[in-house]
């Protein structure tokens, strides 16, 4: 931070400067006390970025990958080898779909099983997986996750996808569901919220504002183990978004997030790499105002959500 700001702060050290006559405080005034939120923040943020930037367990970033597919990734990724026997990658996907067991999806199921056990036991600390089916990759995801004593997950969807019913309903499992300006059909369930945010592909991006009026404050109140992102079709918010909303999720959960992303995403895959690896942030762009209807639309969703949280702050003790 302070290296980002001096150019602009130097500036201001030779204003008001002289040396000191007396050292006392005699003829100071009191300072004014501090507002008991404004410290609040502080201290939430300081505790916040210190899990971010201090990880435990020291950072390891699995990525499951296709062997044929060249990823330009950065020092400190290891690529998932192993994998799980295809019988039991059958058996993990057969649970949602029978009609989806190509050669291709069983390779990237197996892998991401194994990275999930990893995950879940903190021999690792986060895992991006490729997939060719995102929705069928994150069910089975959860699934796993919840076998191998996953207690809560806190799972984010961005764009079109199918969830599964069983995903959102026995409480294990915080389904959030990003989307834009078409409407998505929403599920009956306590445990999923839709939300809707369109940024696009523009430098400026207010997606900022929803991270910490919506966002953040509904991960915390659930108090997952686990974090996982799928990213979908016909995303609403763009790449730095993404990699933002990633980067401040490592906060929660001991930094366990699970990425699931397509395997053509390459754009999306190297900034979720870089963050994650380097538990550092990305240059995000110029913030901009979010407009009245998008404010609304939070807002909405806020005064939805109130019963909620009471219930879900009490599901997390």
Known sequence: MQACT?????????YETSL???????????PEPIDADA???????????KKILHPTPPVTTLVVAPAENKLNLPAGVQLQEGALTTQKAI??????????????LLNSVGKMLLSIEKLVNRKTRNCIALSPNIALSAAVAIKEASLLGSKRAFFVTVGNMDIEPEMTNDGKTMCLTIFGEKEVERTPSQYHTFFKWNEGPRDCSSFFYALLRFLLPLAYSYQPDLIMIAIGSKKSIGTKDIALLTSLLQGLADGAVLAIVKETEKEIISALSNVLVNCSSMFFG????????????LKQELSVLQTKWRMLQCFAK
């Open 286 to 297: 110029p913030y901009k105002p979010p407009t009245k209807e998008y404010i609304q639309n």
């Open 20 to 30: 000191v006559q007396e050292i006392s405080t005699k003829g100071l005034s009191t």
């Open 6 to 14: 001096c150019p602009h702060t130097e500036v201001f050290i030779y």
């Open 91 to 104: 058996d993990a996907i057969s649970v949602f779909n029978q009609d989806e067991l190509n050669d291709n």
């Open 39 to 49: 410290l609040d923040v502080d201290d939430f943020l300081e505790n916040h970025m």
